[in-house]
Nanobody, 124 residues
Framework: QVQLVESGGGLVQAGGSLRLSCVAS????????MGWFRQAPGKEREFVAA????????SYPVFVSGRFTISRDNAKNTVYLQMNSLKAEDTAVYYC?????????????????WGQGTQVTVSS
């Protein structure tokens, strides 16, 4: 059992930035692949970013287009999502997810533990 708690969401103007944080309760945080997903009302959950246990493998979908950066600090049991140049279409609830002992994955079915989400709203 891993508890994940996201923070850092809020309201921001288009073109602005936010940094999301996700703190994990796991004692072996460095053994987890971590991911970020998002879901807008009426839409399916979509992949945003993922990072391997030691940070040497990272994946983003095309729509990120260099605007987002995922990182992790294993000493703090924390994964981050730095979001720059935000667009209105980035508005969604953002979820942190964890996968134990596996490689980077881009589909939500590979992740076993989920946070409650943090709302990101981008006004245009």
């Amino acid at each position: 059992q891993v508890q994940l708690v996201e923070s850092g969401g809020g309201l921001v103007q288009a073109g602005g930035s936010l940094r999301l944080s996700c703190v994990a309760s796991a004692r072996t945080f460095s053994s987890y692949t971590m991911g970020w997903f998002r879901q807008a009302p009426g839409k399916e959950r979509e992949f945003v970013a993922a990072i391997s246990e030691n940070g040497d493998s990272i994946s983003y979908p095309v729509f990120v287009s260099g605007r987002f950066t995922i990182s992790r600090d294993n000493a703090k049991n924390t994964v981050y999502l730095q979001m720059n140049s935000l667009k209105a279409e980035d508005t969604a609830v953002y979820y942190c997810a964890a996968r134990s002992g596996g490689p980077v994955r881009t589909t939500d079915t590979f992740y076993h533990f989920w946070g409650q989400g943090t709302q990101v709203t981008v006004s245009s």
